[in-house]
């Protein structure tokens, strides 16, 4: 299926980020970006953009990008953009003639809108329109501003900025057939040349379907207002239904901040981050072997900021639509191996100093444990991810605890009850998931 996005307005509310609002960045990528990776994630792969102010600009940026993500692009150029939106869907007429998707160059969106909605089947002269119902909680949103619907039945009665009886907002995600432009030639007509005037003619006619997002999120980047609500909603989709205790509360805060501020203004890939992560584990781990409390807490220090900072590659690779499964398989290996040389490395501290060959078997029961833990980790996830309602936690005992363990036992200069404390919890822990996965079959 193809897509129309139309980025041809100046959007003058933004202009202190940028003389181009499509290419305003919002972590790491502009906002045209953003929104052709998350189409291209929902399946469409045949892009056609309408710009129109900075026009130059703005089309030289998408080539450079079309051509380093591998996405085609036909330009669509349009001299009257101080008009209404309506004029920048008019000027893809004798491209598009079957149905399409019509996306704001502007509006930030949860995936699950634009894959449901492309599903959906309308007749050759219908269009329809993602509403969101949620008009009295939406937070996102800015009341004012935005466009307002009116519907009944999944059909649209009304829309307009103005209108005083509504029920929906207009998300600015439709599946269109070629009637919209008609409809629109039509709106001409009576004077009103925006896109709302196109789906108001055929809402008329009974042909402008309305179609519920279902509580997914989406947000019209007008203004520094929005734009910070924008980013503040994306960091939230950093969150993992996976994060252990310390990764939620206190590990993920970090990693998002370290990344947003730091990562994100670099060209630096997802996978070096990960290595980078190793390295810092590696240096840590060298500590342990040296001796000492002093090695040992510099090591735990290491360790722990290691383990925020293997938070940033996931962050990069999801904020910035790198994400690869070699990627994710690349960052787990490292993390085995980062896992082994940390509790070898403090099972060669706890054992230096008086040979005592009790530390070793309980470094062993704390490694053995901490493998099994990883291990065990994929099947449970998929498990728990499948019987839990979005958004929400499960209980989990993983790396992030570990650390945790780690790093406040090197500061009391306690060792040996950090080793038994991990072959303790992580050996349970696996045990514990033994018996979930063995009574859900």
Same mark, same amino acid.
């Given at each position: 299926m193809?897509?129309?996005?139309?980025?041809a307005?100046?959007?003058?509310?933004?202009s202190? =980020?940028?003389d181009?609002?499509?290419?305003?960045?919002?972590?790491?990528?502009?906002?045209?970006?953003?929104?052709?990776?998350t189409?291209?994630?929902?399946?469409?792969?045949?892009?056609? &953009?309408?710009?129109g102010?900075n026009?130059?600009?703005?089309? $030289?940026?998408?080539s450079?990008f079309?051509?380093?993500?591998?996405?085609? @692009?036909?330009?669509?150029?349009?001299?009257?953009?101080?008009?209404g939106?309506?004029?920048?869907?008019?000027?893809?007429?004798?491209l598009?003639n079957?149905?399409?998707?019509l996306?704001?160059?502007?509006?930030?969106?949860?995936?699950?809108?634009?894959?449901?909605l492309?599903n /959906?089947?309308?007749?050759d002269?219908?269009?329809?329109?993602a509403?969101?119902y949620? *008009?009295?909680?939406?937070?996102?949103?800015d009341?004012n501003?935005?466009? =307002?619907?009116l519907?009944?039945?999944n059909?649209?009665?009304?829309?307009?900025?103005? *209108?005083?009886?509504?029920?929906?907002?207009?998300t600015? @995600? !439709?599946?269109?057939?070629?009637?919209?432009?008609?409809?629109? /030639?039509?709106?001409?007509?009576?004077?009103?040349?925006?896109?709302?005037?196109?789906?108001?003619?055929?809402?008329?006619?009974?042909?402008?379907?309305?179609f519920?997002i279902?509580?997914?999120?989406?947000?019209? &980047?007008?203004?520094?207002?929005?734009?910070?609500?924008?980013?503040?909603?994306l960091?939230?989709?950093?969150?993992?239904?996976s994060?252990g205790?310390?990764? =939620?509360?206190?590990?993920?805060?970090?990693?998002?901040? @370290?990344?947003?501020y730091?990562f994100? =203004?670099?060209?630096?890939?997802?996978?070096?981050?990960?290595?980078?992560? !190793?390295?810092?584990?590696?240096?840590?781990?060298?500590?342990f072997?040296?001796?000492?409390?002093?090695?040992?807490? *510099?090591?735990?220090l290491l360790?722990?900021?290691?383990c925020?900072?293997d938070?940033?590659?996931?962050?990069?690779?999801?904020?910035?639509f790198?994400?690869t499964e070699?990627?994710g398989? !690349?960052?787990?290996?490292? $993390?085995?191996?980062?896992?082994?040389f940390?509790?070898?490395?403090?099972?060669?501290?706890?054992?230096?100093?008086?040979?005592?060959i009790?530390?070793?078997?309980i470094?062993?029961?704390?490694?053995?444990?901490? !493998?099994?833990?990883?291990?065990?980790?994929?099947?449970?996830?998929?498990?728990?991810?499948?019987?839990?309602?979005?958004?929400?936690?499960?209980?989990?005992?993983?790396?992030?605890?570990?650390?945790?363990? *780690?790093?406040?036992?090197?500061?009391?200069?306690?060792?040996?009850?950090?080793?038994?404390? @991990?072959?303790?919890?992580?050996?349970?822990e696996?045990?514990?998931?033994?018996?979930?996965?063995?009574r859900?079959?």
């Amino acid at each position: 299926m193809k897509c129309l996005i139309i980025a041809a307005g100046q959007g003058s509310r933004l202009s202190s =980020r940028g003389d181009s609002k499509p290419l305003v960045p919002l972590l790491g990528l502009s906002l045209i970006e953003r929104v052709i990776l998350t189409a291209k994630r929902c399946g469409l792969t045949d892009f056609y &953009v309408v710009t129109g102010y900075n026009g130059d600009k703005v089309r $030289d940026y998408l080539s450079r990008f079309s051509q380093s993500r591998n996405i085609h @692009i036909t330009h669509i150029t349009n001299e009257e953009w101080e008009r209404g939106n309506g004029i920048s869907v008019l000027k893809a007429k004798k491209l598009l003639n079957e149905n399409f998707i019509l996306l704001m160059g502007d509006h930030i969106f949860g995936e699950s809108i634009l894959v449901r909605l492309k599903n /959906e089947r309308i007749a050759d002269d219908e269009v329809m329109l993602a509403v969101d119902y949620n *008009i009295k909680t939406n937070k996102l949103v800015d009341g004012n501003d935005v466009t =307002r619907v009116l519907a009944e039945d999944n059909r649209i009665l009304d829309i307009g900025k103005n *209108i005083k009886n509504y029920n929906a907002y207009d998300t600015g @995600i !439709f599946l269109c057939s070629p009637a919209l432009f008609s409809a629109i /030639e039509e709106s001409l007509h009576n004077e009103d040349d925006s896109l709302s005037g196109g789906i108001r003619v055929l809402a008329n006619k009974g042909k402008a379907k309305a179609f519920a997002i279902k509580g997914d999120f989406w947000i019209d &980047v007008d203004d520094e207002k929005t734009f910070k609500k924008a980013e503040k909603k994306l960091l939230d989709t950093l969150k993992k239904t996976s994060d252990g205790p310390i990764s =939620r509360y206190l590990n993920r805060p970090l990693s998002t901040r @370290i990344t947003r501020y730091l990562f994100l =203004r670099t060209d630096i890939t997802p996978s070096s981050v990960s290595f980078f992560s !190793f390295i810092l584990a590696m240096v840590g781990a060298l500590f342990f072997f040296l001796g000492g409390y002093s090695n040992l807490v *510099i090591g735990a220090l290491l360790a722990h900021l290691s383990c925020v900072i293997d938070g940033c590659d996931g962050e990069i690779a999801r904020l910035k639509f790198q994400v690869t499964e070699f990627g994710g398989w !690349f960052d787990a290996v490292l $993390d085995r191996y980062a896992d082994a040389f940390l509790l070898f490395g403090l099972t060669y501290h706890v054992y230096l100093p008086n040979r005592d060959i009790s530390a070793l078997f309980i470094g062993f029961l704390a490694i053995i444990g901490t !493998f099994m833990n990883s291990y065990t980790a994929d099947k449970y996830d998929g498990l728990m991810k499948r019987r839990l309602k979005p958004g929400k936690f499960y209980f989990r005992l993983g790396r992030d605890v570990r650390m945790f363990i *780690i790093f406040v036992g090197a500061l009391l200069n306690q060792p040996l009850i950090v080793l038994v404390v @991990i072959a303790l919890l992580m050996n349970a822990e696996n045990i514990r998931r033994i018996v979930v996965l063995y009574r859900n079959g």
